[in-house]
Each structure stands twice: as C-alpha cells, then as structure tokens.
C-alpha cells in the first residue's frame, strides 16, 4: 500500500513517518479502537463478559471500553435472544449510535432465533439491524468472539473511509 | 402432620365443595367444585392451616373437553412442610374465576401471566394486564390451538411478530423407542 514517494527531510533527524493514504489511516484508527456498544441480552453476555476479562482479554484488540452507552460505541455486540418485545428497544438504541457503526451478531439466538423457533422469539436480529459478522454457538466460546472482532477488523480495513464520510450539511 | 392428615381437615371444613384427598406418589391434590369459592378454600388454608406460602398458580388447557381451564393452586407450608394441591375448572364461556391475591400477595404476577397465556380473568385482582407479551397483543400463546412458530401481529410503535418458520416441524423426541436412535428428536408427522 505504500507508494514510494520523495519525501524532503532526513529520517536520522526528524524520526520515522510513514507515508500512506487517508482512507488506510483512518481504517487503521476505527479498526484498532472498536468500542463495543454491548447488547448483552442472555447467555452470550456471559461469554462476552468472560471474553472481555483477563483471560480472553478483548483489550488486546482495543475493545475493551464497553460503553453501555450508545453515542459512545462504535460496534454493537448483540449477544442473546432477542424477544419481539425487545426488539424495538435494540433497533432504538442502534440508531442513536453515531456513523460509522457495526453489529457483531453473537451466538445462535442473535443470528438467526437459535433453537428458539416460536412465537416469541425474533428469528435474527438482521431482521431489523444490518449485521455484519455473524458468530455461530451457543454459546460462542470467547476465542470465537475475538475470531469475529478479527474478521470485523479485516472488513473495516477495506472500507473507502473518505468516500463514506458523509459532508457537513448534507 | 401429613400432608394428607392436613388436607383430610381442609376437606372436612368444606364437606362438598373439597373433594377427597388424592395421594400420588407422596403429592396430595384436592379439586374444588366451583372456582367461585376457591379464595374461601385459600383463606382456610393461609389462615387456619398454615399453607403461608403460594408456589405456584399453573392453568392447564384441556383442549376439547368442557370445561376447558384447570387452574392448578400449589401450596406449602414453612411450619408444617408439607405441599397441598387445589385444582378448580373453568369453561371457556365464563373465562374468569376471583382472585387471591387478597390471601397470599404473590399471586399477582402469577395469575397475570394465566391471564396473558391462556386468557383466564380474574375478578378483582388490582392489575390486570399482560406480563409476558405486551398490551394489544391479539392472542394467548399458549392455548392448544395456538401454533408454537406463532402468528403475524402488529402493535405500531410497541412490537410486531411473525411467523417462525419451523422447516418441517417441532423437532420432539418420540417416546418409548428401542433405543436412542428410535427416541432422537426427528421431525413429528401427524399421527393420522
């Protein structure tokens, strides 16, 4: 990704600076900082609380500032069953969080209503938020919950940052 | 005390609106004649024998038989140890019984969720509402005519529902096979 550029100043005194592009720095910045909004709703809220202590540290990857609150998060983690009743809540609180947000889709209930094929149950919460990685378990094992922070990093990496950016105003 | 000995005296103060006591297995049930007494019934029990704890109130859908409701009163004891079950019936047409929540204070929640599962009222208790599901929720889920993937409903603003897609079936197990493969659970078809 680094294009090799003339560059008018001397490494041995200045210090090293890395010449990259704007969309690769700010992926690199969002990517290594995710914030977990956690949607610890049932039983995966106990691997996620198990994945954020000291064992299975999520701090690894940044993530271990879990805002409860939304306009401080950058990912939403739905970890658990997600009720009809509920589900009204967790689409309000998706929308209060600001751009650029994503959703980890934690365990079976989350991606698709788990064993819970009934009347009350919403059969996955892609039905009301856009999900971007999907882990499968029930429950995940913390490991595999990383293995999704991982893959979501990886895709954020590839996103074109800049063209997203939405202008003042608009 | 026995629990037998202690529902012989419960029987013995109502003569016949208790019927005898029935003993299973070391659990001792008394059914109630008319649902419209049974706070009279749990006021004897609370007061005079001691049943100062209301487990559970449970109601049975008997789907096809009349009257259609059991509700089903579990009680115990702290002093005496002993459980004690009161069964009453309800037909689908009268769909209420009185409450008793004015003998044991729990019975609060419990028969609010008879009243949002199955659809049974209960006079005078002092909040009615669903607890499970949410209020203008259209039907009881758990009536036997009621499928388990559910139906589409739609209440703007609070929640909606749809149907669960079930792929071929609730997945049960079939009782009383040979062995494990027989019995594992595999798609239920219609026994017709």
Redesign the interface.
């Known amino acids: 990704m680094q294009t090799s550029t003339e560059v008018g100043y001397n490494s041995k005194i200045e210090g090293d600076v890395v010449v990259t592009r704007v969309d690769a720095a700010l992926n690199w910045f969002r990517k290594n900082s995710l914030w977990p909004m956690p949607m610890g709703l049932a039983c995966c809220a106990i691997e996620l609380m198990a994945a954020g202590a000291s064992r299975f540290d999520i701090a690894r990857f940044g993530a271990e500032v879990m805002r409860f609150s939304p306009r401080q998060s950058d990912v939403m983690i739905v970890a658990g069953t997600v009720t009809y009743k509920m589900a009204m809540a967790v689409k309000r609180i998706y929308d209060q969080m600001p751009e650029p947000k994503w959703v980890i889709a934690m365990g079976a209930c989350a991606s698709t209503g788990g064993m819970y094929r009934s009347y009350a149950v919403l059969q996955g919460v892609d039905r009301i938020l856009p999900v971007d990685v999907y882990v499968a378990g029930c429950p995940p094992r913390p490991e595999a919950l990383l293995d999704a922070l991982i893959k979501l990093q990886n895709k954020v990496a590839k996103e074109p940052a800049l063209a997203n950016q939405k202008k003042a105003g608009a | 005390m026995s629990a037998l000995e202690i529902a012989q005296q419960l029987k013995a103060k109502f003569a016949d609106l208790v019927s005898a006591p029935v003993e299973f297995r070391g659990e001792v049930t008394l059914k109630v004649a008319d649902a419209e007494r049974i706070p009279e019934v749990c006021a004897v029990a609370k007061n005079e024998l001691g049943f100062d704890y209301l487990v559970d109130i449970t109601s049975v859908d008997n789907y096809g038989e009349d009257p259609r409701f059991t509700i089903v009163y579990e009680l115990y004891g702290y002093g005496h140890c002993c459980h004690l079950r009161l069964k009453t019936d309800v037909s689908e047409e009268k769909s209420e019984l009185p409450t008793v929540t004015t003998v044991w204070r729990t019975a609060n929640w419990h028969e609010r969720e008879i009243y949002d599962m199955m659809g049974v009222r209960f006079r005078g208790h002092p909040d009615l509402r669903r607890i499970?599901?949410?209020e203008g929720y259209p039907?009881f889920?758990l009536r036997k005519d009621?499928?388990?993937?559910?139906?589409s409903s739609e209440v703007p603003?609070?929640?909606?529902?749809?149907t669960?897609?079930?792929?071929g079936g609730?997945f049960v197990t079939i009782a009383g096979g040979k062995d494990r493969t027989a019995r594992e659970p595999r798609v239920r078809l219609p026994e017709s």
């Open positions: 499970l599901m949410w039907y889920p009621f499928p388990l993937s559910g139906k603003d609070v929640a909606f529902t749809k669960a897609p079930l792929e609730p």
